[in-house]
């Protein structure tokens, strides 16, 4: 079946450590890709997304994630997590054979210790 | 605030109870989402709607009844839910073209339900 995989349920780390969540998805053809970010209590919002051009994208508070289009991935990256970033964190594909739904992974939860 | 609202925030309803969610938005967008979240499990799409016309229904049962009067406004009506039915639900919606934006979901703060 079509699906979205985030590999980490929950992540633990302390302040400074780097981060990577794996993000990998079952679509062919064109796809947008995205991370949202859900901090407790809030609205999920947008962190970054992948539509063309560069692999390598950049989004807010210093989150990056690399297309792997070979490895059907989007994983992101922080290279110094800070407790502030303590959040639940979703990846989310569109793709344009799916009708151009937008399918979630189940989510990480990161718990950044400080 | 994302601009776009969700009512109420919180909502507690016996499973014979009849009760309404809604949902505002004040971007201009011309569709509108209703996902179910629950604790551990993704995010699931329950409804689509484009310029009012639902164009996705995803297996939802019928005691779930969405209602899209305007391209600003959706409502999701409940009735004789069951205790499974307690989530998060979360409305969203989507621009469209080529302007800064477009295509990318922009999600309300949700309405937590609760059924007894």
């Known amino acids: 079946a079509q699906s979205v995989s985030q590999h980490n349920h929950h992540v633990i780390l302390s302040e400074a450590a780097s981060l990577e969540l794996g993000c990998n998805y079952s679509?062919?053809?064109?796809?947008?890709l995205f991370w949202y970010v859900q901090y407790p209590g809030q609205h999920l919002q947008l962190l970054l997304k992948?539509?063309?051009?560069?692999?390598l994208v950049k989004g807010i508070k210093g989150f990056e994630a690399e297309f792997i289009k070979s490895k059907f991935s989007f994983n992101l990256r922080k290279p110094s997590v800070q407790w502030s970033d303590t959040a639940e964190y979703f990846c989310?594909?569109?793709?344009?054979?799916?009708?151009?739904?937008?399918?979630f992974g189940q989510g990480t939860e990161l718990s950044v210790k400080p | 605030e994302t601009g776009v609202t969700q009512t109420p925030r919180h909502l507690v309803m016996g499973m014979t109870n009849k009760k309404s969610l809604k949902c505002e938005q004040h971007?201009?967008?011309?569709?509108m989402y209703w996902y179910k979240q629950s604790a551990k499990k993704p995010l699931e799409l329950m409804f689509v709607?484009?310029?009012?016309?639902?164009?996705e229904n995803n297996s939802v049962p019928s005691r779930f009844s969405p209602e899209c009067p305007n391209s600003s406004h959706l409502f999701l009506h409940l009735h004789t839910l069951q205790p499974e039915d307690s989530a998060l639900y979360l409305c969203?919606?989507?621009?469209?073209?080529?302007?800064?934006?477009?295509?990318?979901?922009?999600f309300g703060a949700g309405s937590r339900l609760t059924v007894l």
């Open positions: 969203a919606s989507k621009g469209q073209g080529s302007r800064s934006g477009a295509n990318v979901l922009t």
């Open positions: 679509y062919g053809g064109t796809v947008n």
């Open positions: 992948y539509f063309s051009g560069d692999p």
């Open positions: 989310a594909v569109n793709s344009y054979n799916q009708g151009g739904k937008l399918i």
């Open positions: 971007l201009g967008h011309n569709a």
């Open positions: 709607y484009n310029f009012k016309e639902q164009t």
